[in-house]
């Protein structure tokens, strides 16, 4: 994808009610639930994120590069963002690349998605390591916040950060590596949407 990506997110407490709705309003599935691995680069003085920009590479049913520009605010905290995304024909050839380019990994962060369709716009079910959301990408504002509507999520609960910035939230209360998002570091720490400052929209 190349363009502009325009998104919103919201943190539930029942991911499989959401999909539940989604399949009664005959959403399209364009990807089954699969496994997510996110590597985020930046060079060693780290302009890229003082910048507030992202390079980013992903493997799931494919390896995708992507970069990301900074986010803007549109109406209602709509966040959007200049983005441009391709497949690589290998994960690790694509690390290496980068890595001798002289980019570094700084962040490692998984998660298992689910992506369907609905009135022209997608949306993604992610199960985090701590908790469960809804984002919801399309052009259009109207089209984002009626989806939003169906679903049954409360438009004034979205959450205005990304994934990796809700968990810097909660690094230093439970000791957590800040670059490690992973099921298995967080397999015997309970985050509370309390710890993240979010509220649920379900």
Known sequence: MNGRETEVKFYVRDLKRVELRLRELKARLIQPRVHEVNLRFDNPGGDLRRSLKVLRLRKDS????????????REGGVLSRREVEFTVGDFDSAREFLELLGF?????YEKYRATYELEGVHVMLDELPY???????????????????????????????????????????????AGKLS????ENVRITPDDLRIIPAD
């Open 62 to 73: 494919k390896a995708k590069l992507t970069f990301k520009g900074p986010s803007e605010a």
């Open 104 to 108: 570094v990994p700084i962040v490692f």
């Open 131 to 177: 908790g469960e959301f809804v984002e919801i990408e399309g052009e259009d504002i109207v089209a984002l916040r009626r989806v939003a509507g169906l679903l049954g999520l409360n438009w004034e609960a979205m959450v205005k950060a990304g994934y990796h910035a809700l968990f810097e939230r909660v690094v230093d209360k439970h000791g957590l590596e």
């Open 183 to 186: 099921f298995k570091a967080l």
